[in-house]
């Protein structure tokens, strides 16, 4: 195909000037768009501006393909059509299939407190008494059915003892079980604390009782919540000021405290305890060391009259 381009001849372009006269070189704006990066001799551009074909746009005769834009009516049938971009934020990806959210299931903490409650078992440490003081523990806790959270005819020392420590809080249990001997206790009249508990307080060794409860908490320290760790006075539990308690019942328990008087006895030692699903159940008793005192007096009285009437036989 004639593009319309003449190319000069070797015989042309070896022309020599004449001496003296030389070309003025031609300004670049001047010059029409060429398909392609040709040197144009000087002779044959005014050849191809005489020509006929002068008039034809030289572009179309291109090699490159033509490039129209997207809504020219010009563009050719089944051109890819141009893809246009526009700066957008933030960016939306289009999903073709349904769309699945995954929710995830988040526990309120309130809900997360009560887990750990239930799965969280505790320990409670009582002091073992001997029987009289026991028994009228027992006697007073049945006029008034309470929703005590400690073994009941007891003296709690501790409620709540972590027992996934139970191998540090039995072994220092052991040891100094070994070295406490047994005091005297007697029973007091009613106090209340600091958390509402109504109590049948310890008149005669509450000074030992206190002793051995801070002995414990200085050597469990770290074990021990808020609640452990303040000394709320000792006593047999008797029940709550926010039970709901009837009048007649408080007037029975007053009569049967006045009618027993003080009741006497001995602190033998202390008990762990757990709860389980029937009730309180002993997990270890941790005896103290006897003392001699201990004995019934009836007892020593008679012994006493035996050895003497013994003696009297004997005198001439």
């Known amino acids: 195909m004639d593009s319309g381009i003449s190319?000069?001849?070797?015989?042309?372009?070896?022309?020599?000037?004449?001496?003296?006269?030389?070309?003025?070189?031609?300004?670049?704006?001047?010059?029409?768009?060429?398909?392609?990066?040709?040197?144009?001799?000087?002779?044959?551009?005014l050849q191809r501006r005489n020509s006929p074909l002068s008039s034809v746009d030289l572009q179309s005769f291109s090699p490159r393909s033509p490039c129209f834009p997207p809504s020219s009516p010009q563009s050719p049938t089944g051109a890819a059509p141009a893809v246009q971009r526009a700066s957008t934020w933030p960016m939306k990806t289009k999903v073709d299939g349904p769309i699945v959210v995954i929710e995830?299931?988040?526990?309120?903490?309130?809900?997360?407190?009560?887990?750990?409650?239930?799965?969280?078992?505790?320990?409670?440490l009582t002091l073992l008494t001997?029987?009289?003081?026991?028994?009228?523990?027992?006697?007073?806790?049945?006029?008034?059915p309470t929703?005590?959270?400690?073994?009941?005819?007891?003296?709690?020392?501790?409620?709540?003892?972590?027992?996934?420590?139970s191998a540090q809080i039995k072994g220092h249990l052991s040891l100094l079980s070994?070295?406490?001997?047994?005091?005297?206790?007697?029973?007091?009249?009613?106090?209340?604390?600091?958390?509402?508990?109504?109590?049948?307080?310890?008149?005669?060794?509450?000074?030992?009782?206190?002793?051995?409860?801070?002995?414990?908490?200085?050597?469990?320290?770290?074990?021990?919540?808020a609640e452990d760790r303040a000394y709320q006075g000792v006593g047999w539990s008797l029940f709550n000021d926010k039970d709901d308690i009837d009048v007649g019942s408080i007037d029975g328990l007053e009569r049967a405290i006045g009618e027993t008087g003080e009741v006497k006895g001995w602190a033998t030692g202390l008990c762990l305890w757990k709860r389980g699903d029937e009730g309180w159940v002993v997990e270890k008793e941790f005896g103290f060391m006897r003392d001699d005192r201990m004995v019934d007096r009836s007892l020593r009285a008679r012994v006493r009259n035996i050895m003497s009437a013994s003696a009297d036989m004997y005198v001439v």
Do not use: C, M
């Not at 929703?147 to 420590?165: C, E, M, R």
């Open 7 to 45: 190319l000069p001849s070797p015989t042309e372009s070896s022309t020599r000037l004449p001496e003296g006269h030389k070309l003025k070189p031609l300004a670049l704006s001047a010059l029409p768009s060429l398909p392609q990066a040709i040197r144009a001799h000087p002779r044959s551009e």
């Open 104 to 124: 995830e299931v988040q526990e309120t903490k309130g809900e997360v407190k009560k887990v750990e409650k239930k799965e969280e078992k505790t320990y409670t």
């Open 130 to 144: 001997t029987h009289p003081l026991t028994d009228n523990a027992s006697k007073l806790s049945l006029h008034l």
């Open 147 to 165: 929703s005590s959270t400690s073994p009941p005819a007891n003296i709690t020392l501790f409620p709540t003892l972590p027992a996934g420590k």
């Open 178 to 225: 070994d070295k406490i001997k047994a005091f005297e206790l007697s029973t007091g009249a009613p106090a209340k604390t600091h958390t509402g508990q109504i109590l049948l307080s310890v008149s005669q060794g509450e000074r030992e009782i206190r002793r051995l409860f801070v002995s414990l908490r200085t050597n469990w320290w770290t074990l021990l919540n």
